[in-house]
């Protein structure tokens, strides 16, 4: 796979854009708050469906595994700026906003490291995603949200 696919930068910028798509934070934040799951690892995953590539079971837990690292502090911030939200004004919510997606570029970076080595492989119709939310018992009804697609 070209390295230039695996582009930081790019996957942060697609990361960006899908997450404005509409459903697609709603869906994320459900993922997130009552699935525990990790929204970056569902954006990487989505990223590489849109890409045709593929992960085993093995390397998804691979990739869960390289946020042990970064997804205790990322957690203890999103907490903290919840609570305060009340309290603060809106220059320093904004402030830990700018935190947290600071946090949220790193460990993006971190599941692209653990990534890199990986010998993916092409296919027609990759479910990456779809994997990832079965593990975590996500609802199919919510999928389309979470892919910023149509409900058929």
């Known amino acids: 796979m070209p390295i230039e696919r695996l582009d930081p930068l790019r996957f942060w ?7 404005r798509s509409p459903g697609v934070e709603h869906a994320c934040l459900v993922l997130q708050d009552q699935y525990h799951g990790n929204v970056n690892l569902a954006l990487l995953l989505h990223w590489l469906d849109t890409q045709s590539l593929a992960l085993s079971t093995q390397e998804i837990s691979v990739l869960l595994a390289a946020l042990s690292a970064s997804e205790p502090s990322l957690q203890a911030h999103r907490t903290r700026r919840r609570q305060l939200k009340p309290s603060l004004s809106k220059e320093l ?60």
């Not at 910028?13 to 997450?19: E, G, K, P, S, T």
């Not at 600071?102 to 599941?111: D, N, Y």
């Not at 994997?131 to 409900?151: D, G, I, K, T």
């Open 13 to 19: 910028q697609f990361a960006i854009d899908h997450y």
């Open 93 to 152: 919510y904004r402030s830990l906003l700018d935190e947290e997606l600071q946090l949220e570029q790193e460990q993006q970076q971190s599941l692209i490291d653990a990534l890199s080595p990986m010998a993916l492989s092409t296919t027609r119709h990759p479910r990456n995603l779809s994997n990832y939310c079965r593990l975590l018992a996500f609802p199919a009804s919510l999928m389309p949200s979470l892919q910023a697609q149509e409900r058929l």
